[in-house]
Nanobody, 115 residues
Framework: QVQLVESGGGLVQPGGSLTLSCAASENIFNFNDMGWYRRAPGKERELVATINVGGKTNYADFAEGRFSISRANAQNTVYLQMGSLRPEGTAVYYC?????????WGQGTQVTLSS
């Protein structure tokens, strides 16, 4: 059973930065792509960013230019660097890994924007 463990969430002021980590229990080359999603209070879960096995990235419009997704293959970890955070960024951030046949989700890490 694949496990994805997110970390790095917390309380941050608007305009601040935060880096989230997602550690996988197996080699991330086993996945076609990995990504970050978020669910804000009262809203549907939405895409933040993805990165495929070749390193190609994709961002939601709100994340473009402010967030950066990357992968450390040797550590089986995917990162999400978030900058210029906005109040609407308060959400639970989830890591997702997708293989040919299955999709895996982590338990999520809470990010709260507050001054």
């Amino acid at each position: 059973q694949v496990q994805l463990v997110e970390s790095g969430g917390g309380l941050v002021q608007p305009g601040g930065s935060l880096t989230l980590s997602c550690a996988a229990s197996e080699n991330i080359f086993n996945f076609n792509d990995m990504g970050w999603y978020r669910r804000a209070p009262g809203k549907e879960r939405e895409l933040v960013a993805t990165i495929n096995v070749g390193g190609k990235t994709n961002y939601a419009d709100f994340a473009e230019g402010r967030f950066s997704i990357s992968r450390a293959n040797a550590q089986n970890t995917v990162y999400l660097q978030m900058g210029s955070l906005r109040p609407e960024g308060t959400a639970v951030y989830y890591c997702r890994a997708r293989s040919l046949s299955r999709t895996y989700w982590g338990q999520g890490t809470q990010v709260t924007l507050s001054s």
